[in-house]
């Protein structure tokens, strides 16, 4: 079974930083492309960022691009979001999304971690 | 940026046949945008319905399809129940590695 596990989320002051992690399970970890995606309270979801199966693309929104960072420990089993220069627009549940191996789109989902951006 | 289109809210009676679309601020959503659909319920991670604009998910019904209808991706429910209300969000890929959500539709059935 598919599994991902979202977890580092929490309170943070603006300016601040978070690193998100997402263990994966159930599946070749290193043969898929993975997926931050995130949604804000009372919103509607935001893809935030993509990572290739062997890191050859990294893709972010224009919203988090200069501040996050996207990677990956395929060894590990491992998807990671390191938030810098953290912004109240930024808290968020954040999704850690699985892009199926041979078409366009999200199959699977985690059940996200909770990012606050206050003083 | 593009802006992927939704209707904020819908409304269909229970039994009844509903169509959500998924438009662009300027030009036609075609089978080159994967258009895909996810169902969301309060607190709870989205669920993948419809890919590739009109494949459905492992374990999704019959009574959730997809097509192209004009220039919009749509999402279309018959047969409506009680449990298909909730929020649904179409997302285009447009290229470069970009991928861009509609707002949502918070579907209510009654």
């Known amino acids: 079974e598919v599994q991902l596990v979202e977890s580092g989320g929490g309170l943070v002051k603006p300016g601040g930083s978070l690193r998100l992690s997402c263990a994966a399970s159930g599946f070749t970890f290193s043969s898929y492309s993975m997926n931050w995606v995130r949604q804000a309270p009372g919103k509607g979801l935001e893809w935030v960022s993509s990572?290739?199966?062997?890191?050859?693309?990294?893709y972010y929104a224009d919203s988090v691009k200069g501040r996050f960072t996207i990677s990956r420990d395929n060894a590990k089993n491992s998807l990671y979001l390191q938030m810098n220069s953290l912004r109240a627009e930024d808290t968020a549940v954040y999704y850690c999304?699985?892009?199926?191996?041979?078409?366009?789109?999200?199959?699977?989902w985690g059940q996200g971690t909770l990012v606050t951006v206050s003083s | 940026q593009a802006v992927v289109t939704q209707e904020p809210s819908f409304s269909v009676s229970p039994g009844g046949t509903v169509t959500l679309t998924c438009g662009l601020s300027s030009g036609s959503v075609s089978t080159s945008y994967y258009p895909s659909w996810y169902q969301q319920t309060p607190g709870q991670a989205p669920r993948t319905l419809i890919y590739s604009t009109n494949t459905r998910s492992s374990g999704v019904p019959d009574r959730f399809s997809g097509s192209i209808l004009g220039n919009k991706a749509a999402l279309t429910i018959a047969g409506a129940q009680a449990d298909d209300e909730s929020d649904y969000y179409c997302v285009l890929y447009m290229g470069s590695g970009i991928w861009v959500f509609g707002g949502g539709t918070k579907l209510t059935v009654l």
């Open positions: 990572i290739s199966s062997s890191t050859s693309y990294i």
């Open positions: 999304a699985r892009h199926s191996f041979s078409v366009d789109y999200f199959d699977y």
